[in-house]
DNA sequence: CTAATGTCTCTAGCAACTATAGCTTCAAGG
DNA sequence: CCTTGAAGCTATAGTTGCTAGAGACATTAG
């Protein structure tokens, strides 16, 4: 049986975060201690490094709650895992292209700026005219971290 | 002189994020009409395409009042502009980098899932475990968004 | 036994909006 | 002139995924 500390350090999750998750469902609540402390097994310890890893992976934690409760009926279907995973994978993939379209952007503005004053700047000039950009990277889809 | 819709729909911004915008100090007050709506010139117009374009490159909003108050100052040296592009431009590299390694883990993960039963997913195994990844994808920097 | 560290709950804060409620104002049609 | 519907107003609360702080109790090392 694990204290709190000793859960977050052995998955390399803070304390709080271990709280918040218990809080909203992700995690099971913890027995407790004669003196009210969160004692967790070995269950809440693999749970919680397959939400650390997943989140590390980029998953929300919706999804990753319903990876939860899929891998709580390990008789069923992997297919949701499968969409789910392949769900996760477009928008990692949706986002890689976007940022691509970015940093070509950026590299031509940064590149273009000759050091000059403001009045002259490419940064500025090219922040203010979206018709002096090369691509078009308007916000497609919604914007999502990591 | 433009209501608030049809600001919007010029730049290409919701109604109550240009309105969220002002009230932050990004935008300065519009004035208003008899009937107390805001009316916006030429001014906050370009103002308001700066932010939706520095938005859409993935700068903060924090970095854009930087960038707006130098665009205030023209007669001042383009360095300061310039170094917040070269930071995002940073930013953005290290985002595509780690959104390389976790399409590459997301892939594997995808296409070693056979379809059986949960127990024997890949995709639930592979997130229960990271030692079954090929990169390390691990949080390495703080997570912005886009 | 004491001091330091760890844990507890609760609340509030971060970015960057978005949504809701309940009201007023405006523009167009009859 | 009047009505109706869209668009505007303010203010507040919600979103995601935590993080930080206050103030009190528990545990452990010396």
Redesign the pocket.
Known sequence: M???????EAAG?????????EQ?GLLPE?E????????NGHKAQERLAL?RHA?DLG??????RDLLSLSDRPDQSCAAADAIAKAQLAEVESRLARLTALKAELERMVVQCAGGSIADCRVIEVLSDHSLCATDHRHPE????S
């Open positions: 694990l204290t709190i500390g000793k859960l977050g999750v803070k304390v709080p975060t271990i709280r918040y998750y909203i913890a407790r201690s004669a003196g009210n402390q969160r004692l939400i989140r998953f929300t934690l919706e999804a990753i919604s914007e999502v971290p």
